[in-house]
């Protein structure tokens, strides 16, 4: 709140900041909601919301481009839909969720129709500066091309890499400049959440964890995992092209930086990497649709209900989704803060607040979830009266107070 727009950017362009990454269109969002409805949360989850609904249409229209059943779209969709309030904690992953599904949109029409090159390009820039993964979306475009190339119309190879040289560009500066400060994590201390360390089989461990989010049968076993991927390898064998092969490789081509983080699982990281593997099952679900055993609309029924349930568990998303909007805090960390809040409140009321102050907390006020709380340096947006707000609460981890650095 203490930053203009201008100024937010020139933050994020700066020299230095964390391993020199560059986004700040969620951080312009922040601002933009917290200037018109202050800190109620009702407003940011609502443009989390948002943005998962245009991204849901986004997906569904890329799906239509390709010439599919409407059914199986608008079922996978549904699908991907249910999994909303798993990304409400991260507008980045929305908002890159956003540019790169606009970019691969316009990507299928460009394939189709030898147009709107320079509007990819433009949502792909658009893209990098809301999150940083994004810059993989060039090599999973060419993947996608190589589906495209041999199951929808054939392209001249050397006319597409030709005309998408601009977007090439984009890529390599941007991988050469930026992206390899990725291996800046791996310098970082072991006890770091964003520690990296160049593991094969962590790699491996992080992409059955992911995989199992969003497709719960695997269920973070190997043999499981092997046999998911072995779907995908045995379809194309069997179809004798490469149909969603380069699909799946689009998604672990997404999932694999944050896969290397040796200490740190979060699940909004499947989230842009999940669009290029439903699209891959997708396909698969279209072709099978096709067996006439399934043009019985009662075995057309029960398959869709054991796909929904038995592989995706949508019927647990959707309760626990329902559990999350009922009872918004009811983590115990947030109860705490709140009621937190509401002493030092009280403290304003009484006039007693001064610089210098020290407010002694409780052992439930000194957790970690708290410390990372107080480090964002935010509590005092949360006070009821305005002149209050320009305090600033400094925590001493030690001594375990919180003191009051300006009034």
Known sequence: SNYSYLEIAQQALTKGIWVGHRIFTAFWSFKGIFDIFGTQVEAYL??????????????????????????????ITFI???????????????????FVLTSLYFWVRFLKEGKWLWTVTIFYLLALISKEITFLL???????????????????????????????????????????????????????????????????????????MLVPLVNTSYIGMILFVLVFIGFDYWKKKPVVTPLLLSYFLFLSPPSFFANRISNYYTYIPSFFLFIGLALIIWEFSKWKVFSNKFVGVISIFIIAVGIFGV???????????????????????????????????????KKGMKIELSEKEKTTDMESLYDTETLHLFLAREEAREARFIYNKDAGVLTVDAK
């Open 315 to 353: 019927n647990k998303t959707l309760m626990d989704n329902c559990f999350l909007i009922q009872f918004p805090w009811k983590k115990e960390h947030k109860q705490t803060f709140l009621s937190l809040v509401r002493r030092i409140d009280v403290i304003v009321e009484q006039g007693q607040l």
């Open 46 to 75: 609502f443009v989390n919301y948002l943005l998962h609904v245009v991204n849901l249409i986004l997906f569904y229209k890329i799906l239509e481009k390709m010439k599919r059943s409407t059914f199986i779209s608008v079922f």
């Open 80 to 98: 991907l839909g249910a999994f909303y309030l798993t990304w409400i904690s991260n507008m980045h992953e929305l908002m890159g969720g956003t």
């Open 138 to 212: 060039v090599p999973a475009v060419f993947l996608f091309t190589i589906y495209y190339h041999f199951n929808i119309k054939k392209l001249r190879v050397g006319k597409v890499l030709k005309e998408s040289l601009p977007l090439l560009i984009v890529f390599l500066l941007y991988s050469f400049f930026y992206a390899a400060r990725f291996l800046g994590y791996s310098h970082l201390p072991s006890d770091e959440g964003y520690k990296m360390a160049l593991s094969l089989a962590l790699l491996i461990k992080n992409l059955t964890v992911y995989t199992s």
